[in-house]
């Protein structure tokens, strides 16, 4: 196997920049920095995926002693990431790749404009045996063929000679030449995209009950509230579920409101956000909470022969039976005290003060484990007003999503430097700067042929492409 | 079901190919890297079905998906790619050696996938979140990357024994190892194929990540070590252009690259974060 030659190696060393000599321009242009860069990048990442970031602070914070904590915080380490360190190291990553790519830019556009030169001697130093071969066929005949055949293969046929010795040249791939600065640049797409997300988006979250609006979501950092332009409201949420109970989808009908009218009705699915007014929202979470309604059953003795059932809203005054004074809910609870849900209940007799107490779903349940209980407590017990005795049958719950409200005026930047990166390292990658040579030279009746070629990176496939035309070219004189 | 248990027996099938490889080298008969390169290749025709088998299983199931959504499937999908990636080195380098390297990292994914009492081979259904057409090309794109940089493991570890040949040593297992110079290129060319394949992973899982959490990058600890391999793989591409840093310090650097890619893929499991669900 030959060995690998870069155009990297040889660009550095043919086109050292003359112009700068500037301290800190040497400094940022060196590949050394950058190696540098890069492992100090890879072993701080580390640190952020022990150290907790954001979230489980507190638990950590508890094994360290006071003046570590006070260490850890100063430099920033629970929100290691996003601090001015960090984003220093990668200003350096950035301007690194800048100050190089200025350096050495000139240089590959010289390779990329080099005048093609049929005569070159160097590249047929050292050719390899079977590259060379002799035809019975004169000079000039057979350069007519070789020349009519390179034309056909290639776009430009540059040729030079005389009677005794002609060349041509042809060549592919020139643009390889700018593959790194494509994949380089690609970077600072991606690098900008994200400082401009970090500094004029934002992430936030808000939990939209069935039925409500709302125009504030919460800043998951500062923990703050926010106010959006408009107001978002949840019309239905619903989940289906597979077989074994597991969550199959979940999905909010939202309507987005402008100046309290409906301006847009969207359907908001995990893995199809929604947009609106440039801010995206993401089905995140969904849980449920306690509607307005409770179904009530009410017994006047102590047996469940006399009961009525009915389905009361919170804070509206019923007449209770027999019309012995009025009733309200005057609070629902979903988990009141540890024992599920329960109903405050507040009666105004027809003489004397009002009264509360509250009614507990699972009254049965909790006088099971703790006997006696409910009764003890004037505040607990449902039968408390004689001659009545209150049982909760349900309370209505309502589901509410949880929505994950972002912006992120970067993202578009980010998009752009992964579609260049695919495209650099294509380009990088997968083209090079192929240049071939064909060498005729006059032996009398003979000629003698020679194929020679350069590439970039891609030896491989020059190697290829020589044997390829190397065949081809014998076959022209059989 | 019928795909695991296939599977299973694979893992016995690439353990016998390694074990010819090895044979190969050890007596230098030619005879035993032609009978391992066709098990390998039986191998693998078995695996590719079992790998369909278990796509129209899920179908069946009503459950379908493909099957690239769990550690289960990931780990076999995981050994695929090493065995397809390391026919094709053979194939066009025309050398048989790099087997003995190769091979046991797909029969381990196998053997782990296989009978590891943690993973369930049971096929499951996709929660919301894992439901995306980028899921497909997010998993295969990292695990071509992981095959590729395990396979630049497999040459580095060839290349350090190699360094240590002495020629009146006349060792038949050190002499039929490549030369240093081609496994240096070849190790570049797989870390390019790896670089490349481990930055589309990148890309394309944070276009999912955005599109089903809402941000393409949340340093979660998933993220945060893919990325610390992916400069680490960066590293060692730049680090051909400082004079002096070929050979030796590549290979060393390829060590430390696989092992932050398998870290990666399980050290990251014990800690918390957006992927755990995929435990
Ligand atoms: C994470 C950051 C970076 C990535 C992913 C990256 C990626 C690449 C890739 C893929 C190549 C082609 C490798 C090859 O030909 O083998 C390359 C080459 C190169 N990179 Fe970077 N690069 C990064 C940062 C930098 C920085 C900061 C510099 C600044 C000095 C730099 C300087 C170079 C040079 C000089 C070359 C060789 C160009 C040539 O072939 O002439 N890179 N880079």
Redo the contacts between chains.
């Keep these: 196997m030959r060995p690998f030659v870069f155009f990297g190696k040889s660009s550095m060393n043919e086109y050292k920049s003359k112009k700068q000599t500037n301290i800190i321009w040497k400094f940022f242009r060196s590949v050394k920095l950058t190696l540098f860069i890069l492992l100090i990048l890879a072993v701080t990442s580390i640190l952020g995926t022990v150290i907790p970031q954001r979230e489980g602070i507190m638990e950590f914070a508890r094994r360290l002693n006071p003046d570590m904590f006070r260490l850890f915080i100063s430099l920033d380490l629970f929100d290691m990431y996003h601090s001015i360190w960090f984003r220093s190291i990668i200003g350096c990553l950035a301007l690194n790749l800048i100050i190089c790519s200025i350096d050495r830019f000139p240089g590959a556009l010289k390779l990329f404009r080099a005048q093609p030169r049929p005569d070159r001697k160097k590249p047929f130093e050292n050719l390899p045996p079977e590259q060379t071969f002799i035809v019975r066929e004169k000079q000039g005949k057979a350069a007519e063929r070789v020349s009519s055949f390179l034309s056909r293969r290639f776009k430009n046929v540059y040729t030079a000679g005389d009677q005794n010795s002609r060349s041509f040249y042809v060549e592919k791939g020139r643009f390889a030449h700018f593959g790194v600065y494509i994949v380089h640049s690609s970077l600072l797409f991606v690098i900008t995209g994200s400082l401009l997300g970090s500094f004029f988006g934002f992430e936030a979250y808000v939990n939209i009950v069935e039925g409500d609006k709302t125009d504030t979501v919460i800043l998951r950092k500062q923990k703050k509230p926010m106010k959006l332009n408009f107001e978002v409201r949840c019309d239905k949420f619903s989940v289906d579920f597979y077989e074994n109970g597991a969550p199959k989808e979940y999905r909010s009908d939202l309507s987005f409101l402008v100046n309290g009218k409906d301006v847009k009705k969207m359907s908001l699915l995990v893995n199809h956000p929604v947009q609106f007014e440039g801010v995206t929202f993401y089905q995140a979470n969904y849980g449920s909470v306690p509607g307005k309604k409770a179904q009530l059953k009410i017994s006047r003795h102590s047996g469940k022969d006399d009961e009525i059932t009915m389905l009361i809203e919170s804070g509206v005054n019923t007449a209770l039976p027999d019309n012995k004074g009025s009733f309200q809910i005057a609070k629902i609870e979903g988990d009141f005290m540890r024992m599920g849900p329960a109903v405050l209940i507040s009666i105004q007799p027809d003489k004397g003060d009002e009264i509360q107490f509250w009614v507990f779903k699972d009254s049965e349940m909790i006088e099971k484990k703790v006997p006696g209980m409910l009764g003890r407590f004037p505040k607990l017990n449902p039968s408390a007003f004689k001659p009545y005795t209150f049982y909760l049958d349900d309370i209505e719950s309502k589901y509410y999503t949880g929505l994950q409200v972002n912006k992120d005026p970067g993202v578009f930047f980010v998009w752009a430097g992964f579609f260049l990166i695919i495209a650099g390292f294509y380009v990088t990658f997968f083209t090079s700067h192929m240049r071939i040579w064909v060498h005729l030279s006059n032996m009398k009746k003979r000629t003698r042929i020679s194929i020679a070629g350069t590439s970039g990176r891609d030896r491989v496939r020059l190697d290829r492409e020589l044997t390829h035309l190397t065949g081809n070219i014998k076959e022209l004189f059989n | 079901m019928l795909n695991s248990l296939i599977l299973s027996y694979i893992t016995f099938v690439y353990f016998g190919a390694f074990m010819l490889y090895l044979l190969m080298m050890v007596t230098g008969k030619d005879f035993f890297g032609r009978l391992a390169t066709f098990v390998t290749l039986v191998g693998l025709c078995a695996h590719t079905i079992a790998i369909i088998l278990r796509w129209v299983e899920s179908h069946n199931l009503g459950?379908g998906h493909a099957p690239f959504s769990n550690l289960y499937e990931s780990l076999i999908f995981f050994a695929w790619t090493i065995t397809f990636l390391y026919l094709i080195m053979e194939w066009r380098t025309k050398n048989r050696t790099f087997g003995v390297f190769v091979m046991p990292l797909a029969f381990l994914a196998m053997a782990y996938a296989s009978f590891s009492p943690n993973i369930s081979s049971r096929i499951?259904?996709l929660?919301?979140?894992l439901?995306?057409n980028w899921l497909i090309s997010h998993v295969i794109t990292c695990f071509v990357g992981y095959a590729a940089f395990g396979i630049s493991f497999g040459i580095s570890i060839m290349y350090l024994v190699k360094r240590l040949d002495r020629p009146e040593w006349k060792n038949i297992f050190l002499r039929v190892i490549p030369?240093l110079?081609?496994l240096d290129?070849l190790n570049?060319q797989v870390i390019?194929i790896g670089f490349?394949m481990l930055?589309?992973g990148i890309?394309t899982g944070?276009?999912?990540a955005?599109?089903?959490?809402?941000?393409?990058?949340s340093?979660d600890?998933k993220e945060?070590?893919s990325?610390?391999s992916w400069?680490?793989y960066?590293?060692v591409l730049?680090?051909?252009?400082?004079r002096g840093w070929k050979g030796k310090r590549m290979a060393i650097f390829c060590f430390i690259g696989f092992s932050?890619v398998l870290f990666t893929y399980f050290g990251?499991n014990y800690?918390?974060g957006l992927h755990s669900y995929a435990k």
Excluded: E, M
């Design positions: 459950i499951q259904p929660i919301p979140a439901k995306s030369d110079s081609i290129n570049y390019i490349l930055t589309l890309i944070s276009v999912w955005h599109s089903a959490w809402g941000s393409y990058w340093w600890p945060t070590w990325l610390i400069l680490i960066a590293f730049h680090s051909r252009f400082v932050c990251v800690l918390a």
